[in-house]
Every structure is written in structure tokens, then in C-alpha cells.
């Protein structure tokens, strides 16, 4: 049942990041500049606010299963329609339209695997989450390295009628459909049942997942209870201090700026054009973005381990040091390139530097920030903020990660290092940001957070 539910952050990663193998060829097919393919890619971003923002109310009234068949039918829509698009604003349409399935499966993925897991392995099982995403990242290289290796290496090479670029794009059907047929099989959330009147039904999928000895009555009334006693949180309610909004809301909308502000989209949305850019080879550029998702998913595995262990601080101040260094060696590689902004070059040990040091970013980002964030937003808000806390947040970060995303080809081509330098400096800057004002929560209860 979590597996089938995380389909949906496979879906997210996978979606997020299988543009990058299709950037180039997009250029070249519509004739754009770096804003306006910019904009084209960043278009999916705004689908994903509008879904994330409404998927909690549309699960409650729908249910959970519901609100993944229609994510799932949103995703199979913008894979058909972003691989046959007849203009490039029919393009940035069904990317919209494929971010607002990545919002509502950002939002419902999470709640459902909470919902259902017994308490013994709800951290175990809510990791499937951040899991699916890294993979789904990782799988989307490589399918873009097959379809291009089919390609000859030309990302605008026939392959059946249609172009590298567009099998890139419609491959999503797949994992599209299959999430849809999951969602079939699995049962509703007992929260929500019990929220609509289901009892019975709820009774029997508690049963289902917590064992036959449970006392399912005595579940059903404390999840009734526990409904009854929520209060549902307004953004009034973040209101307060002299800042305008509660301190606490602000440390919140501090790490989620500060997790997308150091760049970590621009490796998984460009890495293909930026290897490419530096003289790599496409077919082998394709090759490294693919080693980047594999070690984004490694990194994600060690937070995972460390994250209970030594604590969020700790392990997000280690992620920024980390950062720093790694993001500081690009602006430098990045610096001794030749060439004009459309036939950049690096050679030798700069060219050996830029690599081994994007790739060291992505292991930092993935074993601190690209974990800890998510944790921290879902244990360091009170108990009455929380739900309007977490979509503030969440919805800061989608705006942080559109600005990085639309800002990065003009960076680039005014001066690439200097871009780098941009985000090493975020990186430096998150370091006191962290130790003066983010809590530590390792090993408090919820209650505890005041």
C-alpha cells in the first residue's frame, strides 16, 4: 500500500526531472531564447502550487484513492500531450497541467502512507516517499540516455515518427498508468472512512494493516475523537510578532527559500545542457545527469540512516559546509572556461573539477537539505498552525524553486560562474541561518512544540 501510494512521488521526481534530456531540442524545435524556454520549463511549477494547494481540501471531500486517480489521469494527459504539442505554448500547457499532478501526489502520497501505516513503521514507511522521488529522478536519465543512445546522440533524431525529445517526454505514460491501476487495488484511508461515516470499512482496512488482535473499535473511536478535536488552521492564525507573521513561520519559510535558492533544481532541469555546454559529449552529458540521480538517491539513503541519529541540525549544518565547497569548486571550474556563451569549453583539471564538484553538491544536498527540510516542516510547527504553516512553506519553496529554475539559462549565458557564486553564496549564508534559528526536534514529541 505505500509502495503503490509513493508511485506517486516516483511520478513527481520522475516528471520534474525528464525535461532536462529535452531542453535543447525544445530550443532548436521552436526557435527560443534562453527566457522564454525558461519560462516553458519553470511552467510546470505553477501547476504544482495550484495542486499542492488544493489537494488537502479535495481529499477530504473525495477521499484519498480518488484524489491518486485523478493525479494519475492529469500525469497520463500532460505525457501524451507535452510529446505531441503543435506550439510551444500548447508545450508550457501540459507541463502546467502535469505540475498540478505533481502537487496533489507531493500532498496525498504523504498523507496516505501516515493514514495507513501502523505507528510501529510510520518513519520507515513515509521515507518510500523521498525514496520514489530520488528513483524516479534517477529513472528519468536513464530513460532519456536509452531514447538518445536509439537517437544516434540527436536529441531531434526520428525514432518512429517522432523526435528523441518527444519519446522522452511520453515514455511518462507508463509509470503514469501503472500508478493509476495501483491506486485501484488499494484500499481507502480509515481516517477518511471514518470521517464520512464508513466505520465498518474503516474497521476492516485497520485490520488489514495492523493485524487481526487489534481492537478496531477502540481505533475507530480514537481516530473519531481525534477528528472531532482538530482545528483546521487558517494563514490569520500565522499572524503575530513584530514581523507580521509568527517567528516560527518565518524560520520555516527560511529553510525552504534557503533549500532551493543554493541551486540544486539546476543540476536535475539542466545538468544534460549544462555538460553539454562545457564540451562533454551529448550521449555522455546524458551518462553523468544519470550518475548525479544515483548519487542524489545514496545521499537520501544516509539522511535517512543519520537523520534520528545525530539530528536535524547537525546534519543540515554538515549538508551546508558541504555545499559551500562544492558550489565555490564550480564557480571556479566554470571560471576558466573558453570560449563564447554558446561554445563553452573547459579542458583538463577544470573540466575534471566541475564534474567531481557537482557531483559532491548533490551528495551534500541529499544526505542534509534535501531530507531534513521536509522533517523539520513536519515537526517544528504547534499543533494549531501546522496545516497553514506546512502550505506556506510548501508554497514558498515552489515560488523559490520557479525563480531558480527561470533565472539560471540568462545566468548562465551573462556568466556561468558567476551564477555558481550566486548559489555558493546562499549555501554560506545558510550556515548562521541554521545555528541561530532553526530548533532542534530530534527525539521531542509533537506535543512538545510550542
Not at 122 to 129: I, K, M, V
Not at 280 to 292: A, C, G, K, N, W
Not at 406 to 414: D, Y
Request: with cysteine.
Amino acid at each position: 500500500m505505500a509502495a503503490a501510494a509513493a508511485m506517486g512521488g516516483f511520478l513527481f521526481g520522475y516528471d520534474s526531472s525528464v525535461i532536462n534530456g529535452a531542453v535543447e531540442a525544445i530550443r532548436d524545435r521552436f526557435d527560443v531564447g534562453s527566457a522564454t524556454l525558461a519560462q516553458v520549463i519553470a511552467a510546470a511549477l505553477i501547476g504544482c502550487a495550484l495542486g499542492a494547494a488544493t489537494a488537502g481540501r479535495i481529499a477530504d471531500r473525495i477521499g484519498r484513492i480518488r484524489c491518486m486517480q485523478i493525479a494519475a489521469v492529469l500525469f497520463t494527459a500532460s505525457a501524451i500531450g507535452s510529446a505531441l504539442p503543435f506550439a510551444l505554448w500548447d508545450l508550457a500547457l501540459w507541463r502546467v497541467i502535469g505540475g498540478f499532478g505533481i502537487g496533489m501526489a507531493s500532498v496525498i502520497g504523504p498523507a496516505y502512507i501516515a493514514e495507513v501505516s501502523p505507528p510501529a513503521y510510520r518513519g520507515r514507511l513515509a521515507s518510500f516517499q523521498q525514496a520514489a522521488i530520488v528513483i524516479g529522478i534517477a529513472i528519468s536519465q536513464l530513460v532519456n540516455w536509452a531514447v538518445l543512445h536509439l537517437a544516434h546522440g540527436d536529441q531531434r533524431g526520428e525514432i518512429g515518427g517522432l523526435e528523441a525529445w518527444q519519446w522522452m517526454l511520453g515514455v511518462m505514460v507508463v509509470p503514469a498508468v501503472l500508478y493509476g491501476l495501483l491506486s485501484l487495488v488499494i484500499p481507502e484511508s480509515p481516517r477518511f472512512l471514518v470521517s464520512v461515516g464508513r466505520t465498518e470499512k474503516a474497521k476492516a482496512v485497520l485490520r488489514e494493516v495492523e493485524g487481526s488482535g487489534i481492537d478496531a473499535d477502540a481505533r475507530v473511536r480514537e481516530i473519531d475523537r481525534a477528528i472531532s478535536s482538530q482545528q483546521k488552521s487558517t494563514f490569520r492564525d500565522l499572524l503575530g510578532g513584530r514581523s507580521g507573521l509568527l517567528p516560527i513561520v518565518w524560520i520555516g519559510i527560511g529553510l525552504s527559500v534557503f533549500q532551493q535558492l543554493v541551486g540544486i533544481n539546476v543540476i536535475f532541469y539542466y545538468s544534460s545542457s549544462l555538460w553539454q555546454s562545457v564540451g562533454i559529449e551529448p550521449t555522455s552529458s546524458f551518462l553523468y545527469s544519470f550518475t548525479t540521480s544515483i548519487i542524489n538517491i545514496i545521499g537520501t539513503v544516509i539522511a535517512m540512516i543519520f537523520v534520528d541519529r545525530i539530528g536535524r541540525k547537525p546534519l543540515a549544518l554538515i549538508g551546508s559546509a558541504g555545499m559551500a565547497v562544492s558550489l565555490g569548486l564550480c564557480a571556479w571550474a566554470f571560471s576558466q572556461r573558453t570560449g563564447d556563451a554558446s561554445t563553452v569549453h573547459l579542458a583538463g583539471g577544470a573540466a575534471l573539477t566541475a564534474l567531481l564538484a557537482a557531483h559532491a553538491f548533490v551528495l551534500f544536498f541529499a544526505l542534509s537539505w534535501g531530507v531534513v527540510v521536509w522533517v523539520l516542516l513536519g515537526e517544528m510547527f504547534p499543533g494549531r498552525i501546522r496545516v497553514a504553516a506546512l502550505g506556506l512553506a510548501a508554497a514558498v519553496q515552489w515560488i523559490a524553486n520557479w525563480a531558480i529554475t527561470v533565472t539560471f539559462p540568462s545566468l548562465s549565458q551573462w556568466n556561468l560562474s558567476g551564477a555558481y557564486v550566486l548559489y555558493t553564496a546562499f549555501a554560506v549564508l545558510s550556515i548562521p541561518f541554521v545555528l541561530k534559528f532553526v530548533p532542534e526536534t530530534k527525539g521531542k514529541a509533537l506535543e512538545e512544540m510550542g
